[in-house]
C-alpha cells in the first residue's frame, strides 16, 4: 500500500505535470548551489536584522553559521549512511517512462533503460539535498522567528524538484525532511547543554 502510494505521488509529478514550464523551472531547484545561496541570503538578513534590533549582530551571526554549518553536516553523515543501508535505486534507474533531467547535458530523457548517468548520484532514500535544506530552514527559523513561514519554501522546492526530475520518489524527500528537523533538534539541544555546562563552569572559578 505504501508503495503503491509512493509510486503514484511520483508519477503525478514526474508524468503527470511534466510541461515546458517546470521544465525550465524545477532543474534549477535541483542544484546543491541554490541551498547554499538560501543559507546565505538567510545570514545577510539575520545580520541585517541583529543590526536593525540593536541586538549583537557579530555573536548571533556567528551563532548561526555554526548551528546551520554543524546541522548539514549532521545530515550529509546521517543520509549518507542510510544511503549505503538501504540501497535503494532511484526511480530514474527503474521506473520505465519517468522523466530525468540530465544535469550535465542539459536535456531531458525518457527512461525506458536502466539510466547509467544516475549510477554516481548513490542510493535515492533518503533525499540529501531535502535533508539539507530542511536543516537550514529549520535554524534560520528557530533564529530568524520573522522569517516564517517563508523560509520553509525553500526544503518544499528542492523537494518536488528533486521528484520532478526524476531523482527521489516523494518518500525520499519526506524522510529526508524528517532528517533536516531531527539533526537540527540534535545540535540545538547538544549546543544547548554545552553552552549551560560552560556557564556553570565560569561561575564556578
Not at 539539507?132 to 529549520?138: E, I, L, Q, T
Not at 539541544?189 to 555546562?197: D, E, N, Q, T, V
Amino acid at each position: 500500500m505504501f508503495t503503491l502510494i509512493d509510486e503514484t505521488l511520483f508519477h503525478i509529478i514526474n508524468v503527470s505535470a511534466h510541461n515546458a514550464f517546470f521544465n525550465f523551472f524545477m532543474p534549477v531547484f535541483s542544484q546543491v548551489w541554490l541551498m547554499w545561496l538560501g543559507a546565505i541570503i538567510g545570514i545577510v538578513a539575520y545580520a541585517i536584522h541583529c543590526w536593525r534590533s540593536s541586538l549583537e549582530p557579530v555573536g548571533r551571526v556567528l551563532m548561526l553559521i555554526l548551528l546551520v554549518g554543524l546541522s548539514v553536516g549532521v545530515t550529509d553523515v546521517t543520509t549518507s549512511t542510510l544511503k549505503h543501508s538501504i540501497g535503494r535505486e532511484r526511480p530514474c534507474q527503474e521506473v520505465l517512462g519517468s522523466n530525468y533531467y540530465v544535469a550535465e547535458d542539459q536535456q531531458w530523457i525518457v527512461v525506458d533503460h536502466h539510466t547509467t548517468e544516475a549510477d554516481a548520484l548513490g542510493g535515492s532514500m533518503p533525499s540529501s539535498p531535502a535533508a539539507a535544506c530542511m536543516a537550514v530552514a529549520v535554524v534560520l527559523s528557530l533564529l530568524f522567528y520573522r522569517s516564517n513561514p517563508w523560509v520553509y519554501l525553500l526544503p518544499l522546492s528542492v523537494g518536488l524538484s528533486q521528484i520532478y526530475v526524476g531523482k527521489n520518489y516523494p518518500s525520499d524527500i519526506i524522510v529526508g525532511w524528517l532528517i533536516g528537523v531531527l539533526s537540527v533538534i540534535a545540535v540545538w539541544w547538544i549546543c544547548h547543554l554545552i553552552f549551560i555546562r560552560f556557564s556553570s563552569h565560569r561561575r564556578l572559578h
